[in-house]
């Protein structure tokens, strides 16, 4: 995998919660988006941005699920500021809203992975 790639996601990974952006991450390996876009899609199958988005709305779950962080703390620790479209991209990456997710994990006191298997079958 090419270096600039790797450490592309590396930093995404120990940045995620301060919301950089893909023009950051481009400007961290000295390339132009658009460079960084091509060399993504070409090792990854995805752009920046959909990789970025992927990997925020799957630490917001992992943080719903294990941890009793109020909804906008998981919002910070994410990178994200806007309540509306964290809730809109949650719902679309997952299914359910991160609220409903935490609501039904309580109720049920079953573990995530079975309400997903639930939500997909």
């Known amino acids: 995998m090419d270096h600039r790639i790797e450490r592309t996601m590396e930093t995404i990974n120990e ?3 301060t919301g950089i952006m893909v023009r950051d991450l481009a400007a961290r390996v000295g ?5 960084l876009a091509r060399l993504f899609r070409a090792e990854l199958g995805v752009t920046p941005s959909a990789y970025l988005q992927s990997e925020r709305m799957t630490r917001a779950r992992l943080l719903v699920e294990r941890t009793s962080l ?6 910070l620790q994410v990178g994200v500021a806007d309540p509306s479209h964290f809730a809109r991209d949650f719902r679309r990456t997952h299914g359910f809203s991160p609220r409903t997710l935490r609501q039904q994990l309580r109720l049920a006191g079953r573990p995530a992975r079975y309400l997903a298997s639930e939500s997909s079958g």
Do not use: E, K, T, V
């Open 15 to 17: 940045q995620l919660h």
């Open 70 to 75: 109020s909804i906008a703390d998981i919002m």
């Open 31 to 35: 390339l132009s988006m658009s460079r």
